[in-house]
């Protein structure tokens, strides 16, 4: 059983794992390689960088110094969250218990341009399949998606709808385990409905029937994290913290660009601090309470 996993590798999730260990906690970071800052050629707006590091240099060097610091990291995708008597971080390996967790991977991803996508969301299209698979029960869906994230997703559906297919929309298959669902691997050119979601148009024209999407693409994020957890968000998808950078479920903590605002390395390392701290609190609480 882990005290604090710390999902993200970025600025906030190695400052939140930095103030951690120098409290006298044993955090785990899971990674999933560099994130947005990959995108970044040059840094030069942040204190003490006199080398204009690329961001792909400035994450190594935040790594190096956390595992100097006795951090420790596994390399792993992570598929979701949920409660049990802690929390279990469901990976493509093993399921990871701990008593506290730290979301850390960035903003929320841009939904691929397919016509009618945004349109519909609530109608058909939703980003959640533990929060949303009671409502198709018996009915057909897909998952969009090419991942295990979207394999994920899947089986959150197939014991309550009618019928699972993962649709790639054209992009590469990435599944790192064997599954029984259809594929259909075409690009996409539009969801179509009048009040809901009624079909799917190819890019050849060809339409098939569907009662529901659900978006899954690339590998789970902060925010689908949260909202598996039933965690407010808002309605541009970023995740409600307090002071404390504590979400409204004790235990779950987020920093960085998915708690929206501006999206800077400052701000991140500073929310990551901050969650580092009082989930090092928290921590601490549920030891004296255990005791007494």
Excluded: W
């Excluded at 519909?120 to 959640?128: F, H, K, N, T």
């Excluded at 869906?141 to 394999?151: P, S």
């Excluded at 064997?178 to 060809?206: M, T």
Aim: charged fraction near 25%.
């Amino acid at each position: 059983m882990e005290d604090i996993v710390i999902i993200g590798s970025g600025p906030a999730g190695i400052s939140a794992a930095l103030y951690a260990v120098r409290g006298n906690l044993s955090p785990l970071v899971l990674t999933n390689g560099v994130g947005a800052l990959e995108k970044a050629e040059r840094i030069q707006n942040y204190y003490g960088n006199k080398e204009f590091l690329t961001g792909q240099e400035l994450h190594e060097n935040g790594m190096e110094q956390a595992r100097k610091m006795g951090v420790r990291f596994k390399e792993t995708q992570v598929l979701g969250v949920h409660e049990e008597e802690n929390f279990m971080i469901d990976t493509n390996e093993e399921p990871i218990p701990t008593k506290a967790v730290i979301l850390a991977t960035g903003a929320r991803r841009k939904a691929p341009q397919i016509q009618g996508l945004k349109e519909l969301e609530g109608r058909g299209v939703s980003y959640c399949a533990v929060c949303d698979a009671f409502f198709y029960r018996g009915k057909d869906v897909a998952v969009l998606g090419n991942g295990d994230f979207a394999l994920h997703e899947a089986d959150e559906l197939v014991h309550l709808a009618g019928s699972v297919t993962i649709l790639t929309n054209g992009e590469p298959l990435c599944f790192t385990r064997q599954h029984n669902y259809p594929v259909e691997e075409r690009k996409i050119l539009a969801l179509e409905g009048s009040e809901r979601v009624e079909q799917i148009r190819f890019a050849d024209q060809d339409t098939v029937g569907i009662d529901g999407i659900f978006v899954a693409m690339g590998t789970a994020g902060s925010s689908e994290i949260a909202r598996q957890l039933g965690a407010q968000i808002t309605d541009r998808g970023e995740i409600v913290v307090d002071e404390q950078m504590q979400t409204n479920i004790p235990g779950i903590f987020a920093a960085g660009d998915c708690t929206g605002g501006l999206l800077q390395i400052s701000k991140a390392v500073y929310e990551g601090t901050v969650a580092g701290i009082h989930a090092g609190h928290y921590i601490r609480k549920l030891r004296r309470e255990k005791e007494k």
